[in-house]
């Protein structure tokens, strides 16, 4: 049986809260973050609904101390959601033991890039944004202001499951002794870019994201950054840690099937599922509350409900998407659903899936709609994305 | 006992005809540029003409190289597929930005959208060969490719997975170039591909390539090298340089006397090239010295090429001379160790042995 890779720190910005606090209370109080948008200017702005989070960039670098317009809107959440993890980690000397920071991010720095586009060429007072367009420039940026050297820190870009992917590979880089402590997570903010790419996916809702609903529109798109703190086991002896939960499973699959769509019959995530049921050395039955992908597309909500009925046999556990609250917040999701479960865990609650009205004609899987009470040992979450990309983890109370 | 990790195929598309595996930099192409494209193989060859049009760049130079680095291991499927790419398919980013700003938001289609999701690549390979495996795409910029390694080394230590294809590819693309010239990224005067280290100016020749792998833990009759180690780093300072190849040596039981050949990094940007001499003016003073960057220019995922070269040299005794670096030679490259870095940061240790 798998042991659990124990966390120790979380940290969390959304449209829910700035904060891990105020995500749980607005997630315990049904306050939801979608709105109409009004960081950007865009054409589509009466069209579509999304998950902002509240502070402007410069009241966000007012927070960091920075100068006017220094950074991507990803690395300012970033940098302050990875402040707060290593805050409630307690973690005073970054470079105390083998750290490595892994971040999955889509967009990058693509905010500033779309806005200075043709810029560049008169304006050198825009020049420091250039570099900024690679996804690991934010990745950078935190080591940097944590204060880390010579150390391990990638990226993952895997479309909507990168922040699930850096804390899957976080815990086996602990397993295999790679790393005593990593910091694992992802940032995405709003773009045009993914505004109108998702635009032309026709898969954006211009209301409420009814996640699992028979009459669900498509997604709101939403902006995060949300990072975990993983210890080994060593390091949490040594230091005393308070550990929050466990990482105790991970899979990741490949649906093989479309460059963007998930298949009907949702192989990916069946695999996804399994495998991390068997590296945690559980079985189905085991699995409490399924923190869904859900994030109201027709496609995706039909995928992994398939995919959920054949891996639990039919006995699908209470299961909720809190994507109606957040929005999707593309390669963070996994990482602030990570939180979430960790949260339910900690306070033993399942969340409610808001917008439900009408059960799927596919199947027949109701959702919890409403704020539930229960003791949960094990919490699974689901991200998927483009490219196939399926991955499941696994949470714990216990090692 | 861990697992020992093979390569055993290699698959090339550079600035130089490398996209053939039986020869090795038989004839050089000598560049006299800022910027360089990669020598194309007759894509047909490859993918069907109907499905090729609709691909960016960078799928297409991952296509081929991939299905030659499947073929050479003799394999129609893997376990996992990891790549790594600085910046994915950005010609379709690019056109895609663009096309936001001069419509105002209207009359976009998605295809440009969807291949410039970073994980395009992998995604395409899998779909191509049907793979249900592990698919992660790593961009971290010059740490992106040396990412991959790690991972894959690690699955297979770990016994997750038998046979996994690993590789790194980056496009060249106008936008790019254009606003990395303005912040001297890239060079502003062409240079002679010769000539790269004494150009003395500040950035890079900057090109695109793709570079697959198969890392297994068999060995075969086609297997090139055994991996030894990667590690990576986001920062090091040139007085922590030397400790740290040490003690990245120490931790495979090495020290530095049993390096037969260094493969460097070095792309002529003079900011930037004295962390290379660090090593070769000392440490490595009496050791066969490689570079590839005059012969594969600068991107993301360069060190590609450089773990290319290295495979190659590993299996055939010979370093061709265009890559040397001294007049020192081996006639067993048994032990290799490659080094990049990227303007200060993104470093990377990778060691080879010959098998």
Not at chain 2, 72 to 98: H, M, P, Q, Y
């Amino acid at each position: 049986m798998g042991k659990g890779i124990a966390i120790t720190g979380m940290g969390v910005i959304s449209a829910i809260g700035n904060n891990v606090e105020e995500n749980y209370r607005s997630l315990v109080s049904n306050t939801i973050g979608i709105t109409k948008i009004s960081h950007i200017d865009t054409v589509h702005k009466n069209d579509i609904m999304v998950g902002e989070v509240s502070a402007t960039n410069s009241e966000l670098e007012a927070q960091l101390g920075l100068s006017p317009d220094s950074w991507s809107r990803t690395s300012l959440l970033a940098v302050i959601a990875a402040k707060e993890a290593i805050a409630n980690a307690g973690i005073e000397d970054i470079n105390a033991f083998k750290t490595g920071l892994i971040s999955g991010t889509t967009v990058g720095g693509m905010d500033k890039s779309e806005q200075y586009f043709y810029e560049y060429f008169e304006n050198d007072k825009t020049w420091h944004h250039i570099n900024g367009l690679h996804a690991g420039d934010s990745t950078q940026k935190i080591a940097t202001e944590l204060g880390m050297e010579a150390s391990f820190t990638t990226t993952i870009s895997t479309a909507c499951s990168s922040a699930a992917n850096a804390i899957m590979l976080g815990a086996r880089m602990i397993k295999s002794g790679r790393l005593d402590r990593v910091i694992v997570g992802g940032a995405d903010c709003l773009s045009k870019f993914t505004i109108n790419g998702f635009k032309t996916l026709m898969i954006l809702s211009d209301t409420y994201n009814t996640p699992f609903d028979d009459d669900r529109k498509g997604l709101n798109l939403g902006e995060s950054a949300a990072y975990l703190v993983l210890e080994s086991d060593a390091v949490v002896a040594k230091e005393n840690k308070k550990v929050l939960g466990y990482v105790k499973g991970y899979g990741n699959a490949n649906d093989a099937f479309h460059q963007t769509a998930s298949s009907d019959h949702g192989d990916g995530a069946v695999l996804a599922m399994k495998q991390a049921l068997k590296v945690a050395g559980l079985s189905t039955d085991a699995v409490d509350y399924i923190n869904a992908h859900g994030t109201a597309t027709p496609n995706n909500d039909l995928s992994e409900g398939r995919a959920m009925v054949r891996v639990f046999d039919g006995k699908v556990p209470e299961f909720s998407s809190t994507k109606a609250f957040t929005g999707h917040t593309l390669a963070t999701a996994g990482a602030i659903e990570a939180v979430y479960s960790v949260l339910a865990l900690q306070n033993n609650v399942i969340y409610p899936n808001l917008n439900f009205k009408t059960p799927m004609q596919e199947f027949d899987l109701l959702p919890q709609t409403e704020l539930k009470q229960k003791e949960l040992q094990v919490v699974l979450s689901n991200s998927f994305g483009f490219g196939g990309n399926c991955t499941t983890l696994l949470f714990s109370k216990q090692a | 006992m861990t697992k020992r990790v093979y390569i055993n195929s290699v698959g090339s598309v550079s600035a130089q005809k490398t996209f053939e595996n039986d020869s090795f930099l038989d004839e050089i192409t000598v560049h006299y540029d800022t910027t360089i494209s990669v020598i194309s193989p007759n894509y047909k060859d490859y993918i069907p003409p109907a499905a090729a049009r609709r691909m960016a760049k960078g799928i297409k130079m991952s296509t081929v190289s991939s299905k030659t680095a499947l073929d050479e291991a003799g394999l129609e499927n893997v376990d996992a597929i990891i790549v790594g790419t600085g910046l994915g398919c950005i010609d379709d980013s690019e056109k895609f930005i663009s096309a936001i700003i001069d419509n105002k938001e209207q009359f976009l289609t998605p295809t440009r959208f969807i291949q410039s999701s970073h994980n395009s690549v992998s995604g395409q390979i899998a779909l191509g060969i049907g793979c249900k495996g592990y698919n992660y795409s790593y961009v971290h910029s010059a740490a992106s490719f040396e990412s991959c390694l790690i991972d894959a080394m690690m699955q297979i230590q770990l016994e997750e997975a038998k046979n996994i294809l690993v590789g790194g590819v980056d496009e060249l693309v106008a936008h790019h170039v254009d606003t990395h010239r303005l912040i001297d990224h890239i060079k502003k005067t062409p240079v002679e591909s010769s000539k790269l280290l004494t150009s003395k100016t500040a950035g890079c020749v900057m090109a695109e390539g793709a570079h697959f792998f198969v890392l297994s833990e068999k060995k075969q009759a086609s297997t090139y090298a055994e991996l030894i180690g990667v590690r990576t780093y986001n920062t090091l300072s040139k007085e922590q340089l030397a400790q740290t190849v040490t003690e990245f040596l120490r931790e495979h039981e090495l020290n530095s006397d049993a390096i037969d050949l260094v493969v460097l990094g070095y792309n002529g940007d003079v900011n930037f090239d004295a962390y290379y001499d660090l090593l070769t003016q000392d440490m490595f003073l009496n050791t066969a010295q490689a570079y590839y960057k005059h012969l594969s220019g600068e991107y993301d995922t360069a060190s590609g090429f450089g773990f290319w070269l290295a495979s190659k040299v590993a299996r055939t005794n010979t370093l061709p001379a265009a890559a040397r670096l001294n007049q020192i030679t081996t006639a067993t490259p048994r032990t290799i160790l490659l080094y990049n870095q990227y303007r200060g940061e993104y470093h990377s240790l990778v060691l080879l042995r010959q098998c």
